[in-house]
């Protein structure tokens, strides 16, 4: 008889039977005001302009601030150790937690309500401007940055978002183990440095670095 069980996708982190405490209706009703409401976050809004002078919609790739990109950095590299040698528990590890609950979703609802806090202790930014570098790049690539092709424009963010938004959603009993996510970070960050050398910052994080694009979304 074939297995089904080897293929089974487990759908929005419900990984075994859950008896809501609550009636259905209450259950869906409020789900739907919650999702309806985290759109209002971000629906645009018509403001004066007049004596206002209107800056130009791109992000500016700031030079690497060092406070806060080292404790971004040492925070970030906390989280990777304890997700590969710490318990391997999803509820006794802290990995799990910061990355799906804080980084994942808290961080994204606070930008909607206070604007893009995050652009001087996003590990992953500090990272890329870390590599932008022309000395090094010459060094390692001799040359200068490599243009952004007009056709790429947004979708290696948009690619990414879809990849985490997966681990979330249908695979998360794989993604959310310690070690699992903590390696995902640390390939990440692995990127982030490649591109950062390759494009330069300023375009990788408007366009394909995956939180700045989504908490400049959002705030």
Known sequence: MFDWSR???VGHAFGARYDLPIPLLLFVLGGGAVVFASFLLVLPRTVPVEGVSILPDRREARRLSLPPA???????ALLIVSGFIGSQA???????????LLIWIAVPVSCGVLGDWTRQVNPFAALARAADRP????????GPAVAWPDWLGWWPATVLF??????ELIYNATAT?????????LIYAVVNIAAGLVFGSEVWLE???LFSVLYGTWG
């Open 7 to 9: 293929y089974l996708v």
């Open 70 to 76: 080292v404790l971004a950095w040492i925070v970030f």
């Open 90 to 100: 999803v509820a006794e590890n802290i990995v799990p937690t910061a990355f799906w």
């Open 135 to 142: 000395d090094l790049r010459q060094t390692l690539l001799a």
């Open 162 to 167: 879809f990849i985490v938004a997966c681990g």
């Open 177 to 185: 183990k310690p070690a699992v996510t903590a390696f995902g970070l």
């Open 207 to 209: 366009r394909g670095e």
